[in-house]
C-alpha cells in the first residue's frame, strides 16, 4: 500500500502520427516547411508592432503577444515531433512529459484567453469609442496582460497536480505523438472517471464557454458594425473577421478534444497535429494578410533595412 501512489513508470513511448513511412516523411516535409518559413511570421509581427510608432494602439499591443504566445507554443510541440519522426523508438522521459503537458496548456489557456482580451478591446472601441481610451489605458492593458498570464497557469497547474496524484505502472505507450491529458490519464493505473470529469470541466468546458461567449460578442459588434455608417466600418468588419477566423481555428479543435469523454477516435491525431503544430504558425499569416495596419508597417520595415 505504501507504493500505490509512487510513480513507477520513469518513461512513456510515444506511438507517433502514423506508422506509415511515407506518410511520416510527407507530414515530416510539410511541417517543416510550416516551421522554417511561417514560424518567422510570430517575430516579424512582434518586430513591426515594436519598431513602429503609429501601432501603439491597445489592439496591436495584444496582437504582438499573440504573435510571442504563438511563436512559444510551436516550440512546445513541433521540434521533439520532428525528431521523432526520424527515430524508430520515440521515447519521453516521465518529467518531460509532465512538462510538455504543462506549457502546452499553460501557453493554450493564455491564448484563449487573450482572445477574450481582444474581443473586449474590440467591444469597446467599436461600441464605446468614447470610453476606450479611458477603458483600455495602458494600466488596464497591462493587468489585462498579467491576469491571462496568471490564467493560463492555474488552467495548467490544475491539470498537472491531478495528473501527479495519479499512479502509472505500466503499460506506457501513448497513443499520439506529444502528451496530452487524455492519452496519459488512459495509462494510469486505477480507475480515473473522476479525474476525467474535471478535466473535462477544466479544459472542455472553459473551452466552450470561451468560444461560445466569443461568438456572442463577435455579433453583437458585428450588428452594431452592420447598422452604423462610418468610415470606419470597412476596417472593423476585417479586424472582427479576421478575429471570428481565429476563434474557429483555435477554439474548435480544443472542443473536439477535450469537451467530450477521453476515448480515441481516428480524428484525434489529425486534429492534434493541426491544433498544436499548424495553427500557430498560421497565424501571423492572417494577420498579416487581413490587416492593412500591419501590412504597410511590414513593408516600411523591409524597405527601411533593405535601402
Known sequence: ?????????TEFILAGLTQSQNIQLLVFALVLIFYLIILPGNFLIILTIRSDPSLTAPLYFFL???AFLDASYSFIVAPRMLVDFLSEKKVISYRA????LFFLHFLGGGEGLLLVVMA????IAICRPLHYST???PRACY???LALWLGGFVHSIIQVALILRLPFCGPNRLDNFFCDVPQVIKLACTDTFVVELLMVFNSGLMTLLCFLGLLASYAVILCRVHGSSSEG???????????I????????PGIFIYTRPFRAFPADKVVSLFHTVIFPLLNPVIYTLRNQEVKSSVKRLFSQHLA
Not at 500500500?1 to 513508470?9: A, G, I, K, L
Not at 473586449?120 to 467591444?123: A, G, H, Q, S, V
Not at 477566423?245 to 474548435?252: Q, R, S, Y
Open 1 to 9: 500500500m505504501e507504493n500505490e501512489n509512487s510513480t513507477e513508470v
Open 64 to 66: 504582438g503577444n499573440l
Open 97 to 100: 512529459c509532465i512538462t510538455q
Open 120 to 123: 473586449f478591446d474590440r467591444y
Open 135 to 137: 477603458v483600455m489605458n
Open 143 to 145: 493587468a489585462l496582460l
Open 233 to 243: 466600418k470597412s476596417k472593423a468588419l476585417s479586424t472582427c473577421t479576421t478575429h
Open 245 to 252: 477566423i481565429v476563434i474557429f481555428l483555435m477554439f474548435g
